[in-house]
């Protein structure tokens, strides 16, 4: 439309369809008036023929005057509505662009939780693995421990007893020995002793 407004030819147009409606405008008018009387007739020529023309004058001269405005206008409204529509266009293709994109995500999400959990079951299983491979070696450590502990427990009760044993040997011996030695045999003992001290 801002074309036909800057073009010679389509304000040609727009001057000569003007005219034509003032024309019919004019001739409606006449017909109007009751043109059936020549003295009527030739009344309305005189003074509405002026009228006419006046009307036509000030039709012509405010469209010469105001073409350039109103073509500005239009024009200027034209290009605001085409930035807007351009606007929109860019922001429709935007939004277009993201919902493609999230329905992309949404449809490849049943894809990453699986993986996310398959990710989640492995390092699950790995622990597992690790504290049951801690646990026995822990186990292994506290079982060689506690058998060290007995080993060491056993031998110390086996040098106590022995002792024990001893010393009811020693006691026992001592006993027997006072029994049976009578006074002759602890002389002989002694000499004995002397004899062997001596030489």
């Not at 000030?58 to 005057?65: D, K, N, P, S």
Request: no cysteine; hydrophobic share 45%; proline share 1%.
């Amino acid at each position: 439309m801002r074309d036909v407004f800057k073009s010679s030819g389509g304000r040609r147009l727009l001057f000569w369809g003007l005219f034509v409606a003032l024309t019919l405008t004019a001739g409606a008018a006449f017909a109007s008036s009751g043109g059936g009387h020549a003295a009527e007739a030739k009344h309305w020529l005189t003074t509405d023929t002026a009228r006419v023309l006046n009307f036509v004058v000030l039709m012509g001269f405010l469209f010469f005057v105001l073409r350039k405005p109103v073509s500005n206008a239009l024009s200027g409204r034209i290009s605001t509505i085409k930035d807007e529509l351009d606007t929109l266009e860019k922001q429709k293709a935007d939004a277009e662009k993201t919902l493609a994109e999230y329905e992309t995500k949404i449809a490849t999400l049943e894809d990453e939780v699986e993986v996310i959990l398959g990710q989640y079951r492995d390092q699950g299983e790995a622990a597992k693995k690790r504290i049951m491979e801690e646990a026995e070696l822990h186990a292994v450590k506290l079982e060689e421990q506690a058998k060290r502990n007995i080993d060491h427990e056993f031998k110390a009760a086996r040098a106590d007893l022995k002792a024990e044993i001893m010393a009811l040997a020693l006691s026992r011996a001592e006993a027997l020995i006072q029994e049976k030695i009578n006074t002759d045999d602890q002389e002989k003992l002694v000499d004995d002793y002397l004899n062997k001290v001596v030489v």
